[in-house]
């Protein structure tokens, strides 16, 4: 009788888990591109955005500014941070932690947030060329105590502005008066623009 029940029980429990892993592949054929948008993991240390780049107006360009000359717009390293680290606010714990790394030429971990896969070719520099602003992609990123990813970053996503459809309208004044047909995309659109 009791051994009966068990297995009842354990049957139970493999046929309740095979429902959820079924209800999981379902919801995944549904929603095909998962996408990270909201992702906000916590950093080593605590790097305000809303009071660097808000409060004080620091220039996103004067710690990213790879994203004007290359692909990658990169974090910046410490030595940017000693500029005035090594005088403000040397109390904090972080800012302790940051001299000892600094001192001993070691980098900050931090976490990447925002990240195509291998296969999409993304050049910073020929949409910052084209006055395309860092919050167009990256939302108010001034306000932002903790970076969270602001756009859905999806193929579609691309594809909407470099047809012309959610293009901001300094970036179509950029673009249109080179061309020839002032119309339609103002951006490639065919698959090899950002597919290897
Ligand atoms: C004082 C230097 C500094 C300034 C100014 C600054 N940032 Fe940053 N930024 C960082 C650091 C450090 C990180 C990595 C830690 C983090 O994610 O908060 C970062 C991370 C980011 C990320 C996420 C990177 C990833 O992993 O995906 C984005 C996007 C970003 N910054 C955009 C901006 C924008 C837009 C501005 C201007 C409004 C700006 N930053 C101004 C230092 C700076
Ligand atoms: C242009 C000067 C400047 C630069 C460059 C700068 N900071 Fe700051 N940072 C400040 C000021 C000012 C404060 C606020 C200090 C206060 O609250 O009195 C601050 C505060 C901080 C704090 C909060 C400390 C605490 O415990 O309250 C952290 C953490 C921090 N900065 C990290 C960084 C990192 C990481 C970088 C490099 C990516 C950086 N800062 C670059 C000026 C700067
Ligand atoms: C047209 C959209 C777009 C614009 C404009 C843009 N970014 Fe990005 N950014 C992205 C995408 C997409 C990624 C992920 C790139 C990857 O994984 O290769 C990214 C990644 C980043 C990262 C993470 C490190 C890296 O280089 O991959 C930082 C930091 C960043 N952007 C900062 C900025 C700043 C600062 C500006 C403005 C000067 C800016 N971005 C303008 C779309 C944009
Ligand atoms: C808000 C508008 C916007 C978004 C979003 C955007 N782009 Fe662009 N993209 C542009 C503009 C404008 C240009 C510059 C066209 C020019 O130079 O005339 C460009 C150029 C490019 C180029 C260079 C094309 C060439 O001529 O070789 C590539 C590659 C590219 N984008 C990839 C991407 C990818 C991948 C994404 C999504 C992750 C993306 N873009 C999202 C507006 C955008
Ligand atoms: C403006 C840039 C851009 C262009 C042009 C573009 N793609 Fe993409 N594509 C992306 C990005 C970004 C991703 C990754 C995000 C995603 O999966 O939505 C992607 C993902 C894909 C994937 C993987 C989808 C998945 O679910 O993982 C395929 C397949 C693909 N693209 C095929 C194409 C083909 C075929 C074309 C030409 C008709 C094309 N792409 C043109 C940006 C682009």
Known sequence: MLTSRSSQLKYGIIFGALVVVLAIVGLMAVFPTATNQGYAPEQ????????????????????????????????PSLNICMNCHSIVKGDSPYIQKMKKAFAEGKPIEWVRIHELPDFVYFPHKRHVAKGVACQTCHGPVQEMDRVYQYAPLTMGWCMECHRGETTPRNVLQ???????????????????????
């Open 44 to 75: 080593p240390i605590p790097f305000s955005h809303r009071l660097h780049a808000g409060q004080y107006k620091m220039a996103c360009l004067y710690c990213h500014s790879n994203a004007e000359r290359s692909m990658h717009a990169t974090v």
């Open 174 to 196: 950029n673009v249109y008066p080179q061309m020839k047909n002032p119309q339609g995309p103002v951006a490639p659109v065919n698959c090899n623009t950002c597919h290897y």
